[in-house]
């Protein structure tokens, strides 16, 4: 689908920076956002991803893989 899901740990929103880099080390996406339960990322290519979000809460880091 494209997006991103995480369950925040202390309010359902949270303010914070989002960075997706591609397998090459690129960085594709880089936002300051209000993040909720879910980021839309649909709009990238198939392929491997990495995904770091930090917020106040800390820095969560994880890999994506999008595909058909």
Do not use: C, H, W
């Amino acid at each position: 689908t494209g997006k991103v899901n995480f369950i925040p740990t202390e309010s359902a929103l949270l303010q914070g920076r989002v960075l997706v880099f591609d397998s090459a080390g690129k960085e594709v996406y880089n936002a300051d956002t209000e993040i909720s339960n879910a980021i839309d990322l649909s709009f990238l290519s198939q392929g491997v991803y990495s995904v770091m979000i930090t917020t106040k809460e800390g820095t969560f880091k994880n890999k994506l893989i999008l595909s058909e």
